[in-house]
Nanobody
Framework: QVHVAESGGGVVQAGGSLRLSCTASGGTSDYYSMGWFRQAPGKEREFVAS??????????YGDSVKGRFTISRNNTDRDTVHLQMNSLKPEDTGVYYC???????????????????WGQGTQVTVSS
């Protein structure tokens, strides 16, 4: 059983930055793509970003975060991914969830909590 845990959420003013981290542990998490989703109150879960086990250029972003968010994966610790969030907007507010699964990062974009492994989420609040 793979355990996924997020950290780094908090409250920030519009225009500010936050860095989220996610670690997958336990079981065999090798070759897992990892990604981030978010959910605002009263809204559906939204894809944010995903990255392949190998990292590199196999990365996808949701349209609303392109150019502002960057997902990365440690070369020495591939069980950890980071999400650098810059130029934050109030509409970025929500609970951010990390997930991991043995699928491509492209497929991870359309996954649901029924599949793979998910963390409990971390709250991000952007004040105007």
């Amino acid at each position: 059983q793979v355990h996924v845990a997020e950290s780094g959420g908090g409250v920030v003013q519009a225009g500010g930055s936050l860095r989220l981290s996610c670690t997958a542990s336990g079981g065999t998490s090798d070759y897992y793509s990892m990604g981030w989703f978010r959910q605002a109150p009263g809204k559906e879960r939204e894809f944010v970003a995903s990255i392949a086990w190998s990292g590199g250029s196999t990365i996808y972003y949701g349209d609303s975060v392109k150019g502002r968010f960057t997902i990365s994966r440690n070369n020495t610790d591939r069980d950890t991914v980071h999400l650098q969030m810059n130029s934050l907007k109030p509409e970025d507010t929500g609970v951010y969830y990390c997930c991991a699964d043995r699928v491509s990062p492209a497929a991870l974009r359309i996954t649901t909590p029924r599949f793979g492994y998910w963390g409990q989420g971390t709250q991000v609040t952007v004040s105007s």
